[in-house]
């Protein structure tokens, strides 16, 4: 399905496989095992664990999508993160944002902690990161989160998998805020791409789960080792429901980026808006990169607003009809506070250098109409 068209490969992800009954939607296959044909005589399925049809069609689905050779579904995004770390020698040197997931900071700060891994959070975003910083660490490993969560922040994928290709490190880009559909790392020159599927590829909040796509053979053997033996691949019951997701994937980015688009108008010239962190604004720092290698803006913003914390709590009070959760790329909008929420778990002094005020609100563009939409978030602002 290589020469068909994203919307096209999401559609017809599985359909018609099915040999036994002729079913048009894939089955779904709960089984543990499988039967063994003959004694000694390895075949494609054996334990669920290790590989499951229900999860194959997803798997197969997203490669297609992210331009990749393979790869494999886990229980979670981070899970996910966590088998990129298991291929990984011990001792190994991993760069990444300073602004990152607050989860993946966790994870690789305290994988740090315990001596198994060296990690350094720095700006990849400044000028001397590929200039001079990768070349000063010579990394085993680049994390790579574009756009960062919350800011936003876009950093040049392309320019940064040069540079580490020169010092042989591995690039591993998370596309969770974009999907497939809006950017593909590895044609940028990534050698990992990962997504929380729980977001945007699911869609509607009712699935936990993580993918890893690679284009490398070497890479792709070790993430179906690890993840075979650490035992954290995705069930098969979430892997059918991802799909069904998956489907509808590239209409609902439409939705989410014009409902963000639409919110990040109406807060532009807002007199109790401090900040717009939007990559598709002219005036975002990372705006011309974020327009050269993605296919669009995303349905994800966060902005600053006056009063700091109890302005928070004003605006999230006035909405009241707009959940406030700490997840995203749902069906429905969700309100976060990233300096209690996302990334409560960084220090005072961790949350200023990276620039995460008490005042900053990240808003998860949903489905809803989009006047009804702008009413809720004006209800909020009115309230400040």
């Known amino acids: 399905m290589k020469k068909f068209k994203k919307e096209t490969i999401a559609a017809k992800a599985g359909i018609g496989s099915d040999t036994q009954h002729g079913s048009i939607v894939p089955p779904l296959y709960l089984s543990s095992n499988f039967k063994y044909e003959e004694l000694g005589k390895e075949q494609e399925y054996e334990y669920t664990r290790e590989t499951n049809p229900s999860r194959d069609h997803l ?26 770390a298991n291929i990984l020698n011990i001792n190994s040197k991993v760069i990444l944002p300073h602004d990152c997931y607050g989860g993946t900071h966790r994870l690789f700060s305290s994988l740090a902690e315990k001596g198994i891994i060296d990690a350094y959070f720095v700006n ?17 490993l680049i994390w790579i989160e574009t756009p960062s969560n919350p800011l936003l922040q876009a950093v040049d994928v392309k320019k940064i998998s040069k540079k580490a290709k020169a010092c042989d490190a591995l690039v591993a880009v998370d596309n969770t805020f974009l999907s497939p559909f809006l950017q593909n790392p590895l044609k940028l020159g990534a050698d990992i791409v990962m ?3 729980t977001k945007y590829i699911n869609g509607h909040s009712d699935v936990i789960g993580g993918a890893l796509i690679t284009n490398n053979q ?23 429901l991802t799909l069904r997701g998956l489907r509808t994937l590239g209409i609902r980015m439409e939705k989410h980026e014009k409902n963000a688009a639409a919110i990040v108008e109406l807060l532009s010239t807002h007199p109790k808006i401090n900040k717009i962190y939007y990559p598709g604004l002219p005036s975002h720092p990372s705006h011309t990169i974020a327009k050269k290698q993605q296919n669009g803006f995303g349905g994800m913003l966060s902005f600053e607003v006056l009063g700091d914390l109890a302005g928070v709590k004003n605006f999230i009070e006035g909405m009241n009809t707009l959940p406030l959760a700490a997840s995203l ?40 109409n989009t006047e009804d939409l702008l009413k809720l978030v004006n209800r909020g602002l009115n309230k400040i």
Request: proline fraction near 4%; glycine fraction near 12%; hydrophobic fraction near 35%.
């Open 59 to 84: 798997i197969n689905a997203l490669t297609q999508l992210e331009n990749g050779l393979g790869g494999e579904i886990l229980s979670s995004g981070m899970a996910a993160i966590t088998l990129v």
């Open 195 to 197: 997504h929380s599927t």
């Open 124 to 140: 990849q975003g400044e000028e001397s990161f590929c200039k001079k910083t990768i070349g000063e660490i010579d990394p085993d």
């Open 218 to 240: 070497k890479i792709l053997s070790k993430l179906k080792f690890w993840a075979n033996a650490l035992g954290i691949t995705g069930s098969p019951f979430d892997s059918y």
């Open 329 to 368: 790329g749902g069906f429905e909008s969700l309100v976060s506070h990233p300096y209690t929420m996302t990334h409560g778990n960084l220090t005072p002094d961790q949350k200023k250098e990276v620039g995460i005020s008490e005042s900053l609100i990240r808003i998860s563009a949903g489905l809803e």
